[in-house]
């Protein structure tokens, strides 16, 4: 039961540069979640889903873009890389709050450097 | 975007006693209200959470009450172990189902 799963761990990148971060989850959750996490900080929305083909902007979306083509897949896309991106990315997914299942699931994170 | 707060960002208790985290938070209209904990180096992991038409919820250890009149949550963690150190954020769900968090209260248990 793998949950919520995020690539790579870890990455540096160059001012300018783009990456994808990928996430998959394997719960069926519609909802699927990225957020920012700066040291001593807490969480920042930057993308969610709530569904295949459907995304929308969170607090903190300048800079990223997502897609969603499948139920399980929600990869973040950086396209051109600054300091002020440095940070740790968390994808989470959840089921819709109808359900009665408040609880999002978290992946591991992805440790950002842009230097 | 909400504003969810915390009030203490650092939190030292002994062994075996009761560990209290507050949080405040600003909208009125969320339905849910729930603690996470974050271990260092590993994404939150769900503890307990809150429906908005309750003030009280109890866990195993571990009790939330909320206090609609002045917007805040309390997470109580009934005699605290070392395994229960981490940063522990309070989050809000709205009825679009996005999660806001606080900025954390880091609760370190000493032995």
């Known amino acids: 039961n793998a949950g919520v799963t995020q690539t790579p761990k870890f990455r540096i990148l160059k001012i300018g540069q783009s990456m994808t971060l990928q996430c998959a989850q394997d719960?069926?959750?519609?909802?699927m979640y990225w957020y920012r996490q700066d040291p001593g900080m807490g969480l920042k929305l930057i993308y969610y889903?709530?569904?295949?083909?459907?995304?929308d902007k969170g607090e903190v979306p300048n800079g990223y873009n997502v897609s969603r083509s499948t139920t399980e897949d929600f990869p973040l896309r950086l396209e051109l890389a600054a300091p002020s991106q440095t940070s740790v990315y968390f994808c989470?997914?959840?089921?819709?709050?109808?359900?009665?299942?408040?609880?999002?699931?978290f992946g591991q994170g992805t440790r950002l450097t842009v230097v | 975007g909400e504003s969810v707060g915390l009030h203490l960002p650092t939190l030292s208790v002994q062994e075996g006693d009761n560990s209290i985290i507050n949080c405040a938070y600003s909208?009125?209209?969320?339905?849910?209200f729930i603690w996470y904990k974050q271990e260092s180096g590993k994404g939150p992991q769900f503890i307990i959470d809150?429906?908005?038409?309750?003030d009280k919820r109890q866990g195993q250890r571990v009790t939330v009450l909320l206090n609609k009149t002045v917007k805040h949550l309390s997470l109580q963690i009934a005699a605290t172990q070392p395994g229960d150190s981490a940063v522990y954020f309070c989050?809000?769900?709205?009825?679009?189902?996005?999660?806001?968090f606080g900025s954390g209260t880091k609760l370190n248990v000493k032995p």
């Open positions: 889903s709530v569904g295949a083909g459907i995304t």
């Open positions: 989470a997914s959840s089921y819709s709050i109808l359900s009665g299942d408040t609880e999002a699931f």
């Open positions: 909208n009125s209209a969320s339905d849910y």
């Open positions: 989050a809000e769900r709205d009825n679009f189902n996005k999660f806001y």
């Open positions: 809150i429906r908005s038409n309750m």
């Open positions: 719960m069926n959750h519609n909802y």
